[in-house]
C-alpha cells in the first residue's frame, strides 16, 4: 500500500525527472509525459498619431482594430510583460488494442482579462491547445484547420503578419488522410449592428464551421489550400435570422536556401470577418430590417527570412486587409482597410536562448477617409526549454 510519505516521494522524485530532462519523456505506467514551453520577455515602445491606445491586449502586441483613429496626439507609451511564456504538456498512451492515442495541453497568459500592472503583474493562465488525436482524428481545441500555421513569419510580434492572416485556435472535430483534412469546427459570429456600434457576439449558430484542406509539404517547403463554409446567425433582441459565409485560403512556405525562405497567405471571403486580422472586421452587418449581410474581407501577407550569419537572422514582413463595408449599413466609423510593415534582427545565441528588436509601423483606415498611424520598437528576450 502507498503511504502518503511514499507518493510525496514518487510525485518528487517525478517533477525532478521533469525539470531535468524538459522535452525529454517520462514514464508512467502505459503513458509518456513530455514537458516542455518558452519564458519571453517583451518590451516595447508605441507611438500612435491619433490617440493612445487603452491598457490591454494592443499594448501587448500589434492588433490592427486598435490603431486609434480621429484622436488627439499624445506622448509615446512603454511597456513590458512576459506573458506570452507558455508552457505545455504532451501525452502517449499505449492502449490495450495496441493503439496510441495522444493528447496536449498549452497554457499562456497572453490575452487573459485577469489580472493588472499595479503591483503583482499577475495574469491568470488561459488554453491555447487541448486536444486528442487517434488514428486519423484530433479532437479538442487547437489551431483551426482553415489555418496555415507554416506561413507565419518569424517574428518578435504574437503572431508577426497579423493584418492579412489567419489566425484562430477552437474546438474541433478533424479527420486526416495524407494531405487532407476535413474538419467541423465550433461557429461563433461576430455582428456590426444597423448604422454601426459595438460589436454584437452571437452564440446562436446551429451547425458548425466545415473547412476542407489540402496541404503539400516538400523539400521546397509547402503549399496549403483550404476552403470554409459556415452559417452567419443571430437570435437576440427581436432579431432571428442566418445567412451563409464562405472563404478561401491559399498560403505557403518557400524554401530559398537551408536558411532563408519566402512566407505568403492570401485569404478572400464573406463572412471571413473573425477569422482574419484578429477580427478587425465582424463577419456580418445587420440592415434596417434586421436581416444579416455577410462582409467581404480580403488579407494577404508576405514575409521574406533571410540568414546573415550563423546567428543572425532577420524578417521583413507586410501585412494587410480590406474589407468591402456598405457605409449605407455599418455607418462610416468602422474600419475600411489596415496594412503594417515590420522588419527584425535577431540573434540566437545559442540554440534555446534569442534575442531580438523589431521595427513596425502600422496603418488604419475608417470607411470615412480619416486614419491614424502607429510606430513600435520591440525588444524581447526568449530561453526555451
Request: hydrophobic share 40%.
Amino acid at each position: 500500500m502507498l503511504t502518503k510519505k511514499t507518493l510525496a516521494s514518487l510525485v518528487a522524485l517525478a517533477l525532478a525527472g521533469l525539470c531535468s530532462q524538459a522535452q525529454a519523456a517520462v514514464t508512467f505506467g502505459d503513458t509518456e509525459l513530455t514537458y516542455g514551453g518558452y519564458i519571453k520577455l517583451d518590451t516595447m515602445w508605441t507611438d500612435t498619431s491619433d490617440g493612445q491606445i487603452a491598457t490591454g491586449i494592443g499594448r501587448d502586441f500589434y492588433v490592427p482594430s486598435l490603431t486609434p483613429v480621429g484622436g488627439e496626439g499624445e506622448s509615446a507609451t512603454f511597456d513590458t510583460h512576459a506573458r506570452q511564456s507558455r508552457f505545455f504538456f504532451k501525452t502517449a498512451t499505449t492502449l490495450d488494442n495496441g493503439k496510441k492515442v495522444t493528447g496536449m495541453i498549452e497554457f499562456d497568459m497572453m490575452s487573459t482579462p485577469i489580472g493588472d500592472e499595479r503591483i503583482s503583474n499577475g495574469y491568470a493562465p488561459e488554453i491555447r491547445h487541448a486536444f486528442l488525436s487517434y488514428e486519423n482524428w484530433l479532437m479538442g481545441q487547437t489551431w483551426s484547420t482553415f489555418m496555415d500555421v507554416a506561413s507565419l513569419p518569424d517574428s518578435l510580434d504574437f503572431v508577426g503578419n497579423t493584418d492579412g492572416a489567419i489566425f484562430n485556435r477552437q474546438a474541433q472535430i478533424r479527420y486526416t488522410n495524407g494531405g487532407w483534412q476535413v474538419a467541423l469546427e465550433n461557429p461563433e459570429t461576430t455582428v456590426t449592428p444597423n448604422g454601426g456600434g459595438a460589436r454584437i457576439v452571437t452564440d446562436d449558430n446551429s451547425v458548425p464551421d466545415v473547412v476542407v484542406k489540402y496541404h503539400h509539404a516538400a523539400s521546397w517547403g509547402s503549399v496549403a489550400l483550404a476552403v470554409m463554409a459556415r452559417q452567419l446567425s443571430i437570435e437576440s433582441a427581436g432579431l432571428d435570422d442566418s445567412t451563409n459565409g464562405y472563404a478561401v485560403s491559399l498560403s505557403g512556405k518557400y524554401n530559398i536556401s537551408a536558411t532563408d525562405d519566402i512566407r505568403f497567405t492570401i485569404n478572400s471571403g464573406e463572412g471571413l470577418g473573425r477569422y482574419i486580422g484578429l477580427n478587425t472586421s465582424n463577419d456580418a452587418v445587420l440592415d434596417a430590417a434586421g436581416k444579416l449581410d455577410a462582409i467581404k474581407v480580403t488579407g494577404y501577407a508576405l514575409a521574406y527570412k533571410h540568414a546573415w550569419a550563423d546567428k543572425w537572422r532577420s524578417s521583413l514582413i507586410y501585412s494587410a486587409q480590406h474589407i468591402d463595408n456598405d457605409a449605407q449599413l455599418t455607418g462610416l466609423a468602422v474600419t475600411d482597410n489596415t496594412s503594417s510593415y515590420a522588419v527584425n534582427l535577431i540573434y540566437q545565441a545559442a540554440s534555446k536562448l534569442m534575442f531580438g528588436v523589431e521595427l513596425r509601423h502600422a496603418t488604419r483606415e475608417i470607411l470615412s477617409g480619416d486614419e491614424g498611424d502607429l510606430n513600435r520598437v520591440q525588444f524581447s528576450a526568449k530561453y526555451d526549454f
